[in-house]
C-alpha cells in the first residue's frame, strides 16, 4: 500500500541546490532574517573575494601591483565562481579559501593571476572574511537592539506605576511594578549593546607563519603599512599584530554574543511565565497557533528566543576552547571556530529581530496584574506589616500575632485586613492602607525613573 499524494525521490547531493542548504529549515529563530542573507554561503564567499579584493588593492596603492590587477581581482563576484564547487573542493585543504583562490585566479587571467592573494595565506583571507560577516551582522543586530530598547522605554514609562506582584522562586513576594520590570529588561538590552559595540574587528594579515615576510620579499619597505592599507580598504579595524593564534577578536564575539542572547533570553522566559494562562499578566501581539488546538495562540517569538539562548552558551564555549592554539598557525583549533561562529551571529541577530517584534506588540493586562495582588490574601504584604508592628508590639509579638493571621487567613480565605481587624492591639492603625498591596512598591517607579535616564 502507497501512501497518498506526491512521492519525492531521495534528494541528489550533486543538484541539490545551494539555497536549500541555507534556508533554515530547522531554525525560525533566524529563518527570514536579515542576518539569514547576511552569513550565507553566498555571503561568506562574497565577504572572502573583498578581502581577496582589498588586498591586491592595498598593494597596488603602494605599487606593489598594477591598478589594472587591483581592479580585475575586484571586478570578479560572488555569482561568479560556484559556491558549492569551492566548498566541495575545501575538504581537500581542509578550507575553501584554497579553491577560491585558485578559481579567482583563473577568473582574472593570466596577466593579472600572479597578483591574487599574493603574500597572503589562508588563514589571513578566511579570518578577515569572518570579520566583515561579523561586522555586517552586528549591524543588524544593534538596529533591532535600538529598536527594543525604545519600545521597552515607551513600557516603562507607560507602567510605572502599574503594580503587580514580585515574585522570587516562583512565588509571590513583595509588590513590585510592570514599569520596574520592564525597565530592568531595557537596562541588559543597553548593556548587550555596549558590549557589542565595544567589540573590536580587526583585519587579518600575517603571512605563512605571522611574520609578514612575504610581503617584504615582493619589495613591500613597511609591510605594517600594508596591513594598515588593508584593513582601510576594508573598513576594519588595523591588528596590533597577526592574530593567528591570539584569538582575542574571536572571544570578544562569543562572550558579546553570549551576553546579548542571554540578555534577551531572560526577558523571553519573564514573558513565557507571565503569559501563562493561569497568570495572563502579558500576551504576544499576535501568537502563534496550534496544529491540533485551535484555541490556543502561543507565544512563539518568547519561544524561539528562549531556545537560541539556550544555545548560545555552548556555541560561545567552544570558541573560547578554540583560544587554545598552539604554534604560529594552529591546527584544528582555528578550523573548530568557524561554523559555531556563523552559528552564534546568526542565533543572536535572530534573537534581536524577535525580541524587537517581541516587544513592540506586547499587550500588558494591568487588570490581571492587580487582581493577583490579592491571591495571597493579603499576604503580599507581610514583610510591610512585620516592619511597621515590631515598634508597635515589640518584634516577637509582632511575628507572633502575624504568623497566627496569616494562618487564619489561608485557612478561612479572608483577606488579611479583616482577620488583623480583629486584633485590639491594632485598633488604632489605619489597616487598610497598611495592607494595600499598591502602597507598597518602595522605590520601583523611581527606580524606573532613573533606569530611563540612560541613553
Known amino acids: ?8 525521490s531521495e534528494p541528489d547531493a550533486e543538484s541539490d541546490a545551494e539555497s536549500d542548504a541555507d534556508a533554515g529549515l530547522l531554525a525560525p529563530g533566524w529563518a527570514g ?105 552586528l549591524d543588524l543586530v544593534l538596529a533591532d537592539l535600538e529598536r527594543t530598547a525604545r519600545a521597552l522605554a515607551r513600557l516603562a514609562a507607560a507602567h510605572r506605576n502599574t503594580v503587580m506582584p514580585g515574585r522570587t522562586l516562583t512565588q509571590h513576594a ?17 548593556d548587550a549593546r555596549d558590549r557589542l559595540s565595544a567589540i573590536r574587528l580587526p583585519a587579518q594579515l600575517g603571512g605563512a607563519a605571522g611574520t609578514l615576510a ?3 620579499a615582493f619589495g613591500a619597505e613597511d609591510p605594517g603599512a600594508l596591513v594598515a592599507a588593508y584593513a582601510g580598504e576594508l573598513g576594519l579595524a588595523e591588528p596590533a599584530l597577526p592574530w593567528h593564534t591570539l584569538r582575542t577578536p574571536i572571544g570578544d564575539l562569543a562572550g558579546g554574543l553570549a551576553f546579548t542572547a542571554g540578555a534577551l533570553g531572560k526577558m523571553a522566559a519573564d514573558v513565557l511565565t507571565l503569559s501563562r494562562t493561569e497568570i495572563a499578566e502579558v500576551a504576544e501581539g499576535s501568537g502563534g497557533g496550534s496544529s491540533a488546538m485551535p484555541h490556543k495562540a502561543n507565544p512563539v517569538a518568547a519561544t524561539v528566543i528562549a531556545a537560541s539562548a539556550r544555545r548560545a552558551p555552548g556555541l560561545a564555549a567552544t570558541l573560547y576552547g578554540s583560544m587554545v592554539a598552539e604554534d604560529e598557525r594552529p591546527a584544528g583549533a582555528w578550523h573548530a571556530e568557524w561554523e559555531p561562529l556563523r552559528e552564534l551571529l546568526r542565533l543572536v541577530a535572530g534573537i534581536a529581530r524577535n525580541a524587537a517584534e517581541l516587544v513592540e506588540g ?27 508592628l515590631a515598634p508597635v508590639l515589640g518584634r516577637a509579638r509582632a511575628k507572633e500575632l502575624l504568623t497566627r493571621a496569616a494562618e487564619r487567613a489561608v485557612a478561612e480565605r479572608r483577606p488579611l485586613v479583616d482577620v488583623l481587624d480583629e486584633e485590639p492591639e491594632l485598633k488604632e492603625l489605619d489597616l487598610v492602607e497598611l495592607t494595600d498591596p499598591t502602597h507598597y512598591t518602595g522605590s520601583a517607579g523611581a527606580l524606573t525613573d532613573r533606569a530611563l535616564e540612560r541613553t
Not at 513583595?174 to 530592568?184: D, H, Q, Y
Open 214 to 216: 612575504a610581503f617584504a
Open 33 to 137: 532574517s536579515p542576518a539569514a542573507s547576511a552569513t550565507s554561503d553566498g555571503a561568506l564567499l562574497a565577504a572572502l573575494l573583498d578581502a581577496e579584493a582589498a588586498l591586491t588593492r592595498a598593494q597596488a596603492g603602494l605599487g606593489l601591483a598594477p591598478d589594472a590587477a587591483a581592479s580585475a581581482v575586484s571586478a570578479v563576484a560572488a555569482a561568479d565562481l560556484d559556491v558549492r564547487s569551492i566548498a566541495l573542493r575545501a575538504r581537500g585543504g581542509g578550507n575553501p579559501v584554497i579553491p577560491l583562490v585558485a578559481d579567482l585566479t583563473a577568473a582574472v587571467g593570466k596577466e593579472y593571476g600572479p597578483y591574487v592573494h599574493r603574500g597572503a595565506t589562508s588563514q589571513d583571507i578566511l579570518d578577515t572574511a569572518l570579520m566583515l560577516v561579523a561586522r555586517r551582522t
Open 362 to 388: 506586547l499587550r500588558v493586562n494591568a487588570d490581571a496584574m492587580r487582581d493577583h495582588l490579592a491571591l495571597t490574601h493579603g499576604l503580599i504584604i507581610s514583610e510591610r506589616l512585620a516592619v511597621e
Open 174 to 190: 513583595v509588590p513590585t511594578t510592570f514599569g520596574l520590570k520592564a525597565a530592568g529588561w531595557r537596562s541588559l538590552v543597553l
Open 1 to 8: 500500500m502507497t501512501a497518498a499524494g506526491p512521492v519525492r
